[in-house]
C-alpha cells in the first residue's frame, strides 16, 4: 500500500521568506506526485505536479522536488506571502493504480 | 462557473436522520470521487465511479450510499447519521487515467447532533 506522510505539522514562516514543506512517502513504485493547497474554508486546490522521471518541476513562486532514492518530496514557495497561509497536501499515486493517497497535511503561517 | 459544485455547503442535521449531498461536475470528465475529511484535516477517500461504475469503495458503513446517475453527477446519501459521521465531505473528479489530476469542490460541512 501506500502511505504519505509529512515530517512537519505546522510551519511558521516570515513574510517574505522562503518556505519548504516536506513530504515522505513509501511506495517505490509511486510515480505520481501532486501538491494541493486548502485555504479555510475550502476544497484543495490543485499548486503543482511532478511525474517519477523528474526531480524537479517550477511553476510561479512553486518548486517541487523530487529525490526518488529516498523517496522524499518537498515544496518549495518562494517569497512567501500572507495569502500562501493554508494548509499543504502533498499526494501520490501508486503505477496503475488510478488512486491518489493523500498525506496528513502542513499548516503554512505567514507572519506579516 | 464553478468547475465541481456540491450542495449543501452546510448542513446540521440529528442523530438518525438520513440526508444527501448532490454534486456535479462541468469538467467533462468520467470519474467521480467522495472524500471525507476529519477534524485532523485528513483526507481520505470513501467512493470512486469511473463511467456511473463503481471502482472504489473503501472500507465504509453501508450506511453511506453512492449514487451516479450520469458521469456529471455523483451524489452521497446517509442514513442513520451518527455522531461519527460530523466531517467535511468532499466531492472530487478527475480523467481517468495515470498522472490525472483530481479536482475538488468546495466541501460540505455535515454537523450531526
Known amino acids: 500500500g501506500e502511505s504519505v506522510g509529512l515530517h512537519l505539522p505546522t510551519l511558521s514562516v516570515q513574510e517574505g521568506d522562503n518556505s519548504i514543506i516536506n513530504c515522505a512517502y513509501s511506495n517505490s513504485a509511486s510515480d505520481y506526485f501532486i501538491w494541493y493547497k486548502q485555504e479555510s474554508g475550502k476544497g484543495p486546490q490543485f499548486i503543482i505536479d511532478?511525474?517519477?522521471?523528474?526531480d524537479k518541476r517550477q511553476g510561479q513562486r512553486v518548486t517541487v522536488l523530487l529525490n526518488k532514492t529516498v523517496k522524499h518530496l518537498s515544496l518549495q514557495i518562494a517569497a512567501t506571502q500572507p495569502g500562501d497561509s493554508a494548509v499543504y497536501f502533498c499526494a501520490a499515486e501508486g503505477a496503475g493504480s488510478y488512486q491518489l493517497t493523500f498525506g496528513k497535511g502542513t499548516k503554512l503561517s505567514v507572519i506579516p | 462557473d464553478t468547475a465541481v459544485s456540491q450542495t449543501p455547503k452546510y448542513l446540521v442535521t440529528q442523530m438518525g436522520n438520513d440526508k444527501s449531498i448532490k454534486c456535479e461536475q462541468n469538467?467533462?470528465?468520467?470519474?467521480m470521487y467522495w472524500y471525507k475529511q476529519d477534524s485532523k484535516k485528513f483526507l481520505k477517500i470513501m467512493f470512486s465511479?469511473?463511467?456511473?461504475?463503481?471502482?472504489i469503495n473503501e472500507t465504509v458503513p453501508n450506511r453511506f450510499s453512492p449514487k451516479s446517475p450520469d458521469k456529471a453527477h455523483l451524489n452521497l446519501h446517509i442514513n442513520s447519521l451518527e455522531l461519527g459521521d460530523s466531517a467535511v465531505y468532499f466531492c472530487a473528479s478527475s480523467q481517468r487515467g495515470t498522472g490525472n489530476t483530481i479536482y475538488f469542490g468546495e466541501g460540505s460541512w455535515l454537523t450531526v447532533v
Open positions: 511532478i511525474r517519477s522521471n523528474m
Open positions: 469538467l467533462g470528465h468520467d470519474t
Open positions: 465511479y469511473n463511467n456511473k461504475e463503481l471502482i
